[in-house]
């Protein structure tokens, strides 16, 4: 293993029971054999149509889900071995829909915040990375004190990548992140994510059906269809 790769999948399946038949359910391949490598210092991406597996890979990636066969590694060390706690520290996930991601009872500061405060930082240490974040992702300090129902959708995914971004992780996944956004918005916030990536030199997997806007954002793209690996090619 090369040491600029940061996950490695060999042969990774995942089964999902279905209805077959009144009493029986039947096993159905979701990721069927996957052979994958996730590189540091990097965007990679996993493009693919509904159903092939991407969301599923993101959360077996994040260990918020289980796998059923084959080896999973990141670092060189089987992810099965390492700290939980420490591991989502270092890596972060986004989810889709922004509303459904935050708590809706916090404001802005505090959903910035949140993942300080659980990881054990003083109110000091919170207030200077939240400071931080918001320069870096152009949050107006007139926001911090709004909730979630108060902000725009563009707003909230620069807020929900504040978040993302809280506890300084070494890799990020992006699960669909425009989806919820108008064309103009997301193609905007497309290119100032990954200007922002690019200046933290984090790595980054983007998983999306959207094939131009992963082409765009993307060093390394991954086409799956059926829960396998159909092609691997670069971005623009």
């Not at 969301?55 to 059923?68: F, G, K, N, Q, V």
């Not at 996944?173 to 990954?194: G, Q, T, V, Y």
């Not at 998983?207 to 059926?226: K, Y």
Request: proline residues 5%.
């Amino acid at each position: 293993m090369t040491m600029d790769i940061h996950f490695q999948l060999h042969g990774v399946r995942k089964y999902y029971r279905q209805p077959d038949g009144l009493f029986r359910k039947k096993k159905v391949p979701v990721l069927d054999g996957l052979e994958l490598e996730l590189h540091h210092h990097c965007i990679n991406a996993v493009v693919g149509p509904s159903g092939a597996g991407k969301s599923t890979l993101a959360r077996i990636l994040m260990r918020l889900e289980d796998w059923d066969e084959g080896d999973i590694f990141c670092g060189g060390k089987p992810i099965r071995t390492l700290s939980k706690k420490d591991y989502w520290r270092e890596h972060r996930i986004m989810f889709q829909n922004p509303y459904s991601a935050v708590n809706p009872g916090f404001d802005v500061f505090n959903i910035i915040g949140e993942p300080l405060k659980i990881a054990g930082a003083g109110p000091d240490a919170v207030m200077r990375r939240v400071e931080e974040l918001s320069h870096l992702l152009g949050i107006h300090e007139s926001l911090m004190r709004r909730y979630p129902d108060q902000v725009s959708g563009g707003e909230l995914q620069r807020v929900a990548l504040a978040r993302t971004l809280s506890t300084e992780p070494s890799f990020v996944i992006l699960d669909e992140p425009f989806s919820s956004l108008d064309e103009i918005m997301a193609d905007r916030l497309a290119r100032e994510f990954k200007a922002i990536f690019r200046q933290l030199a984090i790595g980054v997997l983007f998983i999306s059906h959207h094939n131009r806007r992963v082409r765009f954002m993307a060093d390394r793209v991954t086409e799956l269809s059926r829960g396998k690996r159909m092609g691997i090619y670069n971005g623009f």
